[in-house]
């Protein structure tokens, strides 16, 4: 028995992206009842007086007329600072470096703009990430990788729960992303040429640093070799380097040592002190394990339940990586490496995958760094 989609609502967060055009179009074609809504999270005007978000909302008023559906704005910037953008900022002041987009998909897309998805009686959510669900007969979701392994988004998803899952579609999960280009082409989408978003969620592309310093006061300070403890040059400010980092410090190779590049190795907050070190292989850029918080399994895992053996990634697109992961009393997780890790970073998530499936995660609150005489 054939089921009939045209009882089936669907609202489609549209970005005015090629993904979430395609998207509403494959939903629609399957016959569903379809409606693409625009968010506006944040006053995007740039320091030029250029407002993508303006463009990008006619983008998506272009496509719906094109697919031949309703399209409605909403407007969460409130709700967007509050939930994403001041948590954003206050793990920068604590020197460390956030990802909003993990933030941004609980609090807001799979949060207010669920809510008010239900309000206009959709059954579903769709979105245009790389991603795919998978329900159990006993109504459990799984969410399981996109089918692009590039593209795959997964790690911006893990924070979701049962609840959100439950009403979440990714129709182009399955697809790779030439394919999605490739039906925007042929579909004659206004949307099928234009080029893929990157920066923060919904703030977009802009000089980061010109950006920062608008809401965060820098202050400068001493860059110092981790190893010698000389001085090699001034920081502009703690909040503007991240742990690995190589680019935009500013020392190169020196013509000291090794020659070889510098990288940002700790942050010391209290003294506001950056400390670098020469080569990507040395010791004080490694961990062994780390400590994450605000874990989300999702699917609950009972609290008996041993250590789990796993891959995870600690960046979007790394590689995985084997783990084991224990819980511990207070909610927290440990999770130890099998072989050493380079810049693990306090604030970003940690991910964690049983094969195609996407297990959960947390935020990396601390980590434990190999000791200074074991190699690497």
């Known amino acids: 028995m054939v089921k009939n989609n045209a009882n089936t609502r669907v609202v489609v967060g ?6 979430s055009s395609v998207t509403a179009l494959l939903l629609k074609q399957q016959g569903y009842d379809v409606i693409g809504i625009f968010m506006k999270n944040w006053d995007d005007t740039d320091e030029f007086g250029h407002c993508t978000a303006e463009e990008d909302s006619e983008d998506v008023r272009r496509v719906c007329d094109q697919i031949g559906i309703p399209y409605y704005t909403v407007n969460f910037e409130r709700q967007y600072y509050d939930k994403v953008f001041s948590y954003f900022l ?15 998909n609980r609090e807001i897309k799979f949060g207010d703009f669920l809510n008010k998805a239900l309000e206009l009686n959709a059954d579903y959510l769709a979105t245009g990430h790389y991603a795919r669900v998978e329900r159990d007969a006993d109504g459990t979701t799984r969410l399981l990788r996109g089918v692009d392994g590039n593209k795959d988004q997964t790690y911006f998803l893990s ?3 049962q609840n959100q899952l439950a009403k979440a579609m990714f129709p182009i999960g399955h697809l790779p992303k030439p394919e999605v280009r490739r039906i925007a082409e042929e579909a004659g989408l206004y949307t099928a040429k234009k080029k893929d978003s990157t920066g923060v969620c919904f703030i977009g592309e802009r000089n980061f640093k010109e950006f920062l310093s608008g809401y965060l006061p820098a202050k400068s300070g001493d860059m110092i070799d981790i190893r010698t403890g000389e ?35 700790e942050k ?23 400590i994450a918080t605000d874990i989300n399994w999702i699917v609950p895992r009972g609290g ?10 600690f960046r979007y697109r790394q590689p995985d990586q084997g783990v084991t992961v224990t819980l511990r009393n207070d909610g927290s ?7 050493p890790q380079k810049a693990v970073t306090p604030g970003q998530a940690v991910v964690f995958y ?4 996407c297990l959960g995660g947390g935020t990396i609150d601390v980590v434990n760094k190999v000791p200074a005489d074991l190699p690497v």
């Not at 997780?333 to 072989?339: I, K, M, P, R, S």
């Open 354 to 357: 049983d094969g195609e499936q």
């Open 268 to 290: 010391d907050l209290e003294r506001n002190i950056l400390y670098v070190v020469q080569g990507e292989k040395h010791v004080s850029l490694y961990s062994e394990s780390l």
């Open 159 to 161: 924070a979701l729960n």
């Open 14 to 19: 549209m970005s005015g992206g090629v993904d």
């Open 231 to 265: 001085k090699k040059g001034r920081h502009d400010g703690l909040m503007y380097y991240t742990l690995g980092q190589r680019q935009g410090l500013g020392i190169g190779g020196s013509g000291t040592g090794s020659g070889e590049p510098w990288f940002v190795a």
């Open 333 to 339: 997780a440990l999770v130890n490496f099998d072989t």
């Open 90 to 104: 206050d793990e920068y002041k604590r020197g460390r470096t956030p990802n909003p987009d993990v933030m941004c």
């Open 304 to 313: 008996s339940e041993g250590p789990l053996r796993c891959t995870a990634k």
